[in-house]
């Protein structure tokens, strides 16, 4: 099957600029990292509106990750005490296809740049697309979650 | 700008299988389509353990969307009533990248295969990524939206 899946090529739309050059540890360390990204200028008229977003959905290519054979069990959240799970039950950003999605907060849009708060990306990161977050479709109320994330 | 603005390739990780053939007009038709996801068995590994969530993220490749030239301004949900809004302030299909994400939810996996509901995707479009919705991360409790799309 392998032979059959197609590849695909991505033109990134933008960098994050921010002051994180290492990836750390811990995902909630990002929770106040304030980014700026900044977009082509050429697609700068495709953010009209934006601005009236609290959040937005970036996509973004973890270009650091190493590429190559990624493993296919993965310990949740780097920690070594949790059994091993499927890497595509983890968010780990070690991906066949490396490209991270983060819901963060818009905090000011200035021509064709985006200040936001929160994002996971490093310094440099490309960015793939720029989506509006919309609650009734990118939410979830009742959503279930295995034993060991309900408990960290 | 954009001459510095790296490309990237993605390699499919799986397929989607549905009976939608065309892509229809509204975005919540879709929230009762039932769809499998066809993962390359040599990944079938790396799904263990997704079976556990309730809800899954799935990036796919928007392949029927022609490429080239993307308008910069779109009229939301395709409603020619509403004034044009930046396509990153939009979640119209075409896009410099048309990658898609859904949020869906995950009803069975049986090896390599998950069966999906909700999954905006026609049938043979290419799957970029898998990952596990995590509420905490993936969900804003206070988010804030457009007047044209609180009203729709």
């Given at each position: 099957?392998?032979?059959?899946l197609?590849?695909?090529t991505?033109?990134?739309?933008?960098?994050?600029?921010?002051?994180?050059?290492?990836?750390?540890?811990?995902?909630?360390?990002?929770?106040?990292?304030?980014?700026?990204?900044?977009i082509?200028?050429?697609?700068?008229?495709?953010?009209?509106?934006?601005?009236?977003?609290?959040?937005?959905?970036?996509?973004?290519w973890?270009?650091?990750?190493?590429?190559?054979?990624?493993?296919?069990?993965?310990h949740?959240?780097?920690?070594?005490e949790?059994?091993?799970?499927?890497?595509?039950?983890?968010?780990?950003?070690?991906?066949?296809?490396?490209?991270?999605?983060?819901?963060v907060?818009?905090l000011?849009?200035?021509?064709?740049?985006?200040?936001?708060?929160?994002?996971?990306?490093i310094?440099?990161s490309?960015?793939i697309?720029i989506?509006?977050?919309?609650p009734g479709?990118?939410?979830?109320?009742?959503?279930?979650?295995?034993?060991?994330?309900?408990?960290?």
């Open positions: 099957m392998a032979d059959e197609p590849t695909m991505l033109k990134a739309i933008g960098i994050v600029r921010n002051e994180v050059k290492e990836r750390p540890a811990r995902r909630d360390w990002w929770a106040e990292t304030v980014s700026e990204i900044v082509d200028p050429s697609l700068t008229e495709a953010l009209d509106g934006l601005e009236e977003f609290s959040h937005i959905i970036v996509l973004y973890m270009h650091r990750v190493a590429s190559g054979e990624v493993p296919l069990k993965v949740p959240m780097g920690r070594q949790l059994p091993p799970v499927g890497l595509f039950a983890a968010r780990a950003p070690n991906r066949p296809n490396p490209v991270g999605k983060a819901t907060r818009l000011q849009r200035q021509g064709n740049i985006l200040r936001v708060k929160g994002l996971d990306a310094d440099g490309p960015v697309d989506k509006p977050y919309l479709y990118d939410s979830v109320a009742d959503a279930k979650v295995p034993q060991w994330i309900a408990n960290r």
